[in-house]
């Protein structure tokens, strides 16, 4: 059971997702590409999840948060249909970074990684304002 409002949840989850986002700046930046790549996806993971639960929705596993999103965000035309392709890749190179031993995250990867997480969490960002969401002004990395 949710302990925060909707509304509230909403915020705290974004909270996260810029959080992250400036995490995957500064790991590209300090040329750490598995957690750049990784902080990216989690990025778009907690914005996605922030999402869905201004529409009342709420799944634990990443897989459905992944699914539902696409379903309700993405397949609607609410968000761009090329976010699909760049969630599945975040979602790859995530996996890749955090838990392969044999391969790594190359850079140019992580960056563009890092750079799609930005569209995506602002796509997000606005459409959650432009629903009556009142939200944090993120924060610009110095």
Excluded: C
């Amino acid at each position: 059971m949710r302990s925060a409002s909707p509304r509230r949840l909403v915020q705290m989850m974004m909270r996260k997702a810029e959080a992250f986002l400036r995490a995957a700046e500064r790991d590209a930046r300090d040329a750490d590409w598995s957690r750049a790549a990784s902080g990216a996806y989690y990025a778009v993971f907690h914005a996605m999840s922030a999402a869905l639960a201004s529409q009342d929705l709420a799944y634990s596993k990443h897989s459905g948060v992944i699914a539902f999103f696409r379903k309700h965000f993405i397949r609607t035309g609410i968000l761009p249909e090329e976010f699909s392709e760049v969630i599945t890749r975040l979602s790859e190179d995530r996996e890749i970074g955090d838990y392969s031993y044999e391969r790594s995250v190359n850079p140019s990867a992580a960056i563009k990684d890092v750079h799609d997480g930005l569209r995506v969490v602002a796509a997000i960002r606005e459409h959650l304002l432009a629903q009556g969401f009142q939200l944090d002004a993120p924060s610009q990395e110095t």
